[in-house]
């Protein structure tokens, strides 16, 4: 059904006299917002001039899951930190063995 739809877009742009762009599927939009991925297209606009042996430095941000990712594991810290150590509701690995034996 998409391929026909594709095909139906195509050429009423080429009948248009425009050239036809293809519109992005919903896993194309959900990866681009996933990464926060800058397309090929406009990578000139984020492009530094540090050029070495061919290899060209690109000013991209870091993808939002990683970003978050790393606020979570922050929380965490945060919250087993105040578990084990300062409320003590939770006993230490040491005093879990203890208890053990």
Request: proline share 5%.
């Amino acid at each position: 059904m998409n391929l026909l739809i594709g095909q139906i877009e195509k050429q009423r742009a080429e009948a248009m006299g425009q050239a036809y762009v293809p519109a992005l599927s919903w896993w194309d939009k959900l990866t681009q917002k996933l990464n926060a991925s800058v397309p090929v297209s406009q990578e000139k606009d984020i492009e530094l001039d540090h050029n070495y042996d061919g290899i060209k430095e690109l000013d991209n941000h870091l993808p939002p899951w990683w970003k978050w990712l790393f606020y979570i594991s922050i929380v965490w810290a945060v919250v087993y930190f105040v578990a084990y150590h300062f409320s003590y509701s939770l006993p230490l690995s040491k005093e879990e063995y203890e208890n053990e034996v």
